[in-house]
């Protein structure tokens, strides 16, 4: 059910940009998951991409889709993020009559999985939950603009182990 709503949203998003293309954005970022459990810290390259849509000027909603490259840490052979997908609200504090530094805040959920092999046995796990965040953005000339931010997209258990997924990130933003 929730692999659907995010999808949903996604497909949503194109719909309700074309009735007010001034505010429909989307981006890519570039960033490192930090995953982390008492046994385990790994550090995996993502990619993300974004779209939203800012309803009002201090509020947006937004999709993402994530992957992670594969890497071996300890036992563990190709540990990866295969895919992580998130609906959020954005809370934004424009800075300046001309609105090229936002300061923001996100909160929404999130579904992911993530895969490894242990002694040659594929495993994989899927997971939910509420994630939240804070970042800037930073726009040149009101359209593109680069964006700084950190995300928890989980902090979870897993049969009794506890982890979470945190992410650094750096963007490119544009507007419509």
Do not use: C
């Given at each position: 059910?929730?692999?659907?709503g ?25 960033g ?77 959920v ?17 997971g ?49």
């Amino acid at each position: 059910m929730r692999k659907l709503g995010i999808f949903l949203l996604f497909m949503a998003m194109p719909i309700l940009a074309h009735a007010d293309n001034e505010h429909f954005y989307w981006g890519l970022m570039v960033g490192k998951t930090e995953y982390e459990d008492p046994a385990l810290d790994a550090s995996l390259l993502t990619g993300t991409g974004r779209f939203g849509w800012q309803l009002f000027p201090f509020l947006a909603v937004e999709g993402r889709l994530a992957g992670t490259t594969g890497e071996d840490v300890g036992s563990l052979q190709d540990l990866r993020l295969d895919y992580l997908g998130s609906a959020l609200a954005k809370l934004m504090l424009p800075l300046g009559k001309k609105k090229k530094v936002n300061l923001y805040a996100m909160g929404g959920v999130s579904g992911y999985k993530i895969s490894y092999s242990d002694l040659g046995t594929k495993t994989y796990f899927t997971g939910d939950g509420v994630s939240y965040g804070v970042g800037i953005d930073l726009f040149a000339d009101g359209i593109n603009g680069l964006n700084f931010e950190w995300m928890q997209y989980a902090d979870e258990e897993y049969e009794g182990i506890p982890y979470t997924l945190n992410t650094y990130s750096i963007g490119y933003i544009r507007r419509f």
